[in-house]
């Protein structure tokens, strides 16, 4: 029974390129929760999604980022146009249900993003 | 959005030693989980309180949720090499489903 998978491990980009994260949630999970996680720092939310549909945007930066959870395949974190500043590594956890009714959240080992 | 505030940010001793870090918020919380992440790795639940002045205990470890539901505190009794880690308290925002993430404590035990 695999746990939340996401590729790539670590993804080096040039500014000005794309990054393309994906996250497969645990079999039977519909609901996805994608973090951002700087050096010394906890987890900030970025974006909320189940199943063709985001839900909960607050966190993501207005421009350059978008989130999508297809009905079929992984869900997709886009940075677009990519700076110093998006270097950090990026989790992605799911759950069975909502998060706000104290489901347990399982995370996968993340996405170490590093911008050249 | 309600924040949770941590600390010690950073706390080293020795193994054999107790602890307590502590997770605080001048909002109610409905419950709290912890978390422990290990370098290169996503966190991993340890608990979630749900009640306040509940006390529960994992082991070595005893999560305490405060009787106003708006902190929490992780006791850990003889301090193991194993127990390193960044130790994170987080809680679900009203009105919504998202999780709010404290700062974190990073815990390092020395042999």
């Known amino acids: 029974n695999a746990g939340v998978m996401q590729n790539p491990r670590h993804l080096v980009r040039r500014r000005g390129q794309e990054a393309r994260l994906r996250c497969s949630p645990m079999?039977?999970?519909?609901?996805v929760y994608w973090y951002r996680q700087l050096p010394e720092e906890g987890l900030k939310f970025m974006v909320y999604?189940?199943?063709?549909?985001?839900?909960?945007e607050s966190g993501m930066p207005k421009e350059r980022f978008s989130a999508e959870f297809p009905k079929e395949g992984p869900s997709i974190l886009r940075i677009q146009q990519v700076v110093r500043g998006d270097s950090a590594a990026y989790f992605c956890?799911?759950?069975?249900?909502?998060?706000?009714?104290?489901?347990?959240?399982?995370f996968g080992s993340g996405t170490q993003l590093s911008v050249l | 959005t309600q924040l949770l505030e941590q600390s010690p940010q950073f706390l080293s001793i020795q193994e054999g030693e107790n602890l307590t870090v502590y997770c605080n918020s001048s909002?109610?919380?409905?419950?709290l989980q912890w978390y422990r992440q290990e370098p290169g790795e996503g966190p991993v639940l340890l608990v979630t309180?749900?009640?306040?002045?509940e006390v529960k205990k994992l082991k070595r470890l005893t999560f305490q949720f405060g009787d106003a539901r708006k902190d929490s505190s992780l006791h850990i009794t003889a301090a193991q090499p194993g127990d390193t880690g960044l130790y994170l308290c987080?809680?679900?925002?009203?009105?919504?489903?998202?999780?709010?993430f404290g700062t974190g404590t990073r815990l390092t035990i020395i042999p």
């Open positions: 956890a799911s759950s069975p249900s909502g998060s706000g009714t104290n489901e347990k959240l399982f």
């Open positions: 079999k039977g999970h519909s609901h």
């Open positions: 999604l189940q199943k063709e549909n985001i839900i909960d």
């Open positions: 909002s109610v919380f409905s419950s």
């Open positions: 309180v749900v009640t306040g002045g």
């Open positions: 987080a809680g679900p925002n009203f009105g919504n489903e998202k999780l709010t």
